[in-house]
């Protein structure tokens, strides 16, 4: 059983920056991909930003520029840079994971709020 566990999460003013945490029970080098996911209050979770296992990246257009994610496989994290944040970021930020079999994790979620 595979499980991710997110931190970093608060309370921001807009134009401030953030880093979430993801950090895994097991190697992740080997997942297929990780990712991150934000749901808005009242909004469907959309994909925010992803990295493959080969290190390619995609993110949301609403925030390219603007975050970045990073894999640090020495420590089986996964970061989310986020930069020039705004009142529309504000979301429960999750931490998604697919296995090289297949299996998909998700963390419990990290909480950001950005004040205007």
């Known amino acids: 059983q595979v499980q991710l566990v997110e931190s970093g999460g608060g309370l921001v003013q807009a134009g401030g920056s953030l880093r979430l945490s993801c950090a895994a029970s097991?190697?992740?080098?080997?997942?297929?991909?990780m990712g991150w996911h934000r749901r808005a209050p009242g909004k469907q979770r959309e994909l925010v930003a992803s990295?493959?296992?080969?290190?390619?990246?995609d993110y949301a257009d609403s925030v390219k520029g603007r975050f970045t994610i990073q894999r640090d496989n020495t420590k089986n994290t996964v970061y989310l840079q986020m930069t020039s944040l705004k009142p529309e970021d504000t979301a429960v930020y999750y931490c998604n994971g697919i296995t090289p079999i297949g299996g998909n994790y998700w963390g419990q979620g990290t909480q950001v709020t950005v004040s205007s």
């Open positions: 990295m493959s296992s080969a290190g390619t990246t």
């Open positions: 097991t190697r992740i080098s080997s997942f297929r991909a």
